[in-house]
């Protein structure tokens, strides 16, 4: 069965990159510049439009399930003094 992968993954079809970080540093650009000038209401919008656009491509709802509590687990804990 798939487990959710979370070693570096990011690639470009036809693009060499010389440094392993590069292609993570591109998508993050991406993100920033798909947010760039929208208000937070937009921003949220577009955030929830991109996980269920992405979650629909990975389709495999044992991955998905593994993400999501992966994203959550950190989140709800409390803080520690």
């Known amino acids: 069965m798939p487990h959710l992968n979370l070693a570096p993954n990011f690639n470009e079809q ?46 495999d709802m044992q991955v998905l399930r593994e993400a999501l509590a992966l994203a959550r687990a950190d989140v709800t804990q409390e803080p520690k003094l």
Do not use: M
């Open 14 to 59: 036809g693009k060499r990159y010389f440094r392993d970080f590069t292609p993570g540093d591109d998508f993050y650009q991406a993100l920033i510049d798909t947010h760039r000038e929208l208000s937070d209401a937009q921003s949220a919008l577009v955030n929830a439009k991109l996980i269920l656009l992405l979650a629909n491509h990975v389709g």
